[in-house]
């Protein structure tokens, strides 16, 4: 029988290092992903105007975030909401060298004034005029050292409504409240160092002539819309703000009743995504479209999905066990070459000569445990076998030696349950030695 022991069983795909290589090249695109949107990190500063949207929708008015990628039915639009991060429109933003020039950056990303005017005229807008430095989303703090030069918030103003609007100032006071008249009260807008303008020509919804945080101003140019809503101070509505004063009630009484029926979308992109209904070559998405999927009767086909996978890999972590040596050792090709033979032997129903390999393989695994696994004997492991055994136990050699021979003298094709019956047989001998010796 030709012994093959230099082989090696070929290697085989795991499927933890499958899941790990998936998961990881999952998290790498997330990141990326990530990475590339100035705007997620802005959106959720003291700056940025998620608190807004939840908010909003807490009240029953439908309002999300958008920050480019598809097209946006215009028609739908009640408000679109455009937040200026840029007191520089139109000039591309320099990145900065040092910590201090980053605290001090006035602008978030670049944005253009005539995109702003398109869509302004295109459906009905409320236009934020910048106000902090980039400092105020990296700390997290608001000081007046970290205010956007007024000069620069007055310039974005006249290039968006006309130099005829007036200037902008700031409140001599830390806190200024700007009142607002409300569906039965009048309400208090309360901003820290409030940033107002004149407002020449413009309607005062927040403050009063000369002196408005929100007035409803003329819009310049050929577009659908005429006038458009100009907000002065951002901090009535971002996340730092929304929590002063009658901030929050104001923004759940004004807005939706600028935006009507229709939803109110809070315009991060920096490109015009308004089309009307019959130019919409593809559906629009949103998150809530991808949430979906996580309701019921699909949130059972994930929980299912997810438990079958856990079971799957705490089960072939199981059934793997410790990695093994696959390295090629003395032995192992011969013993693949017997269980193959035996194999075979048990498909053509060759029990008889299968038992009398069975004893022999037996024999010699006993000689190996007495002489070593390296023993060479004179006459053959199995005579040096039974003289060994007969040296201690007489009986038991010579009941040993009978039955080898009633064993090799079966015929080849065999029923197995007598297989089984001599099979036995010579296992109760090689007990009772090992009992006894």
């Known amino acids: 029988m030709t012994d093959i022991s230099q082989t090696s069983p070929p290697p085989?795909?795991?499927?933890?290092?499958?899941?790990?290589?998936?998961?990881?090249?999952?998290?790498?695109?997330?990141?990326?992903?990530?990475?590339?949107?100035?705007?997620?990190?802005?959106?959720?500063?003291?700056?940025?105007?998620?608190?807004?949207?939840?908010?909003?929708?807490?009240?029953?008015?439908?309002?999300?975030?958008?920050?480019?990628?598809?097209?946006?039915?215009?028609?739908?639009i009640g408000l679109l909401v455009q937040p200026i991060f840029d007191t520089h429109p139109d000039t591309d933003r320099k990145a900065a060298r040092t910590k201090e020039e980053l605290l001090l950056q006035t602008d978030e990303f670049d944005q253009q004034i005539d995109i702003i005017q398109e869509k302004a005229g295109s459906v009905q807008s409320l236009i934020i005029l910048p106000k902090w430095r980039s400092g105020m989303r990296l700390t997290g703090y608001g000081h007046p050292f970290l205010l956007a030069p007024r000069g620069d918030v007055q310039t974005v103003l006249h290039q968006i409504v006309?130099?005829?609007?007036?200037?902008?100032?700031?409140?001599?006071?830390?806190?200024?409240?700007?009142?607002?008249?409300?569906?039965?009260e009048v309400l208090a807008a309360r901003v820290y160092a409030g940033q107002a303008f004149e407002g020449v020509g413009c309607?005062?919804?927040?403050?009063?002539?000369?002196?408005?945080?929100?007035?409803?101003?003329?819009?310049?140019?050929?577009?659908?819309?005429?006038?458009?809503?100009?907000?002065?101070?951002?901090?009535?509505?971002?996340?730092?703000?929304l929590r002063l004063g009658d901030n929050a009630l104001i923004a759940a009484q004004l807005l939706p009743q600028i935006a009507g029926e229709n939803r109110i979308v809070i315009d991060y992109s920096d490109r015009?995504?308004?089309?009307?209904?019959?130019q919409i070559v593809q559906r629009e998405r949103t998150w809530e479209d991808l949430a979906r999927l996580f309701e019921y009767p699909f949130r059972i086909l994930w929980i299912g999905a997810a438990l079958l996978l856990?079971?799957?890999?705490?089960?072939?972590?199981?059934?793997?066990g410790p990695v093994i040596n696959q390295g090629p050792s003395l032995?192992?090709?011969?013993?693949?070459?017997?269980?193959?033979?035996a194999r075979l032997m048990r498909l053509t129903g060759q029990d008889g000569a299968l038992l009398s390999d069975f004893v022999d393989t037996r024999i010699r695994a006993q000689a190996a445990e007495v002489f070593g696994p390296g023993?060479?004997?004179?006459?053959?492991?199995?005579?040096?076998?039974?003289?060994?055994?007969?040296?201690?136990?007489p009986a038991l050699a010579a009941e040993l030696t009978d039955l080898l021979g009633t064993i090799r003298g079966l015929p080849a094709h065999l029923n197995a349950s007598d297989a089984i019956t001599y099979v036995d047989?010579?296992?109760?001998?090689?007990?009772?030695?090992?009992d006894d010796a």
């Open 425 to 434: 047989k010579f296992e109760s001998i090689l007990e009772r030695f090992a």
């Open 272 to 278: 015009n995504w308004l089309t009307e209904p019959e």
């Open 331 to 341: 032995g192992t090709g011969k013993r693949a070459a017997n269980r193959a033979r």
């Open 162 to 184: 006309g130099p005829n609007v007036g200037q902008v100032f700031y409140m001599r006071t830390p806190f200024s409240d700007f009142d607002y008249d409300g569906d039965r």
């Open 12 to 76: 085989q795909i795991r499927l933890d290092w499958i899941i790990i290589a998936l998961v990881v090249l999952l998290s790498l695109g997330v990141f990326l992903y990530l990475a590339a949107q100035r705007q997620y990190v802005l959106r959720e500063s003291t700056n940025g105007f998620d608190g807004l949207k939840i908010w909003l929708n807490s009240e029953s008015q439908p309002t999300q975030s958008f920050t480019g990628g598809w097209p946006l039915d215009r028609s739908t």
């Open 310 to 320: 856990a079971l799957a890999i705490w089960r072939g972590g199981i059934r793997n």
């Open 203 to 241: 309607e005062p919804v927040i403050g009063r002539p000369g002196a408005m945080l929100l007035g409803l101003c003329p819009l310049p140019g050929d577009g659908d819309r005429d006038q458009v809503y100009v907000l002065s101070d951002p901090d009535v509505l971002n996340n730092h703000g």
């Open 375 to 393: 023993h060479v004997v004179n006459g053959g492991v199995e005579a040096a076998y039974l003289r060994y055994m007969q040296a201690r136990q």
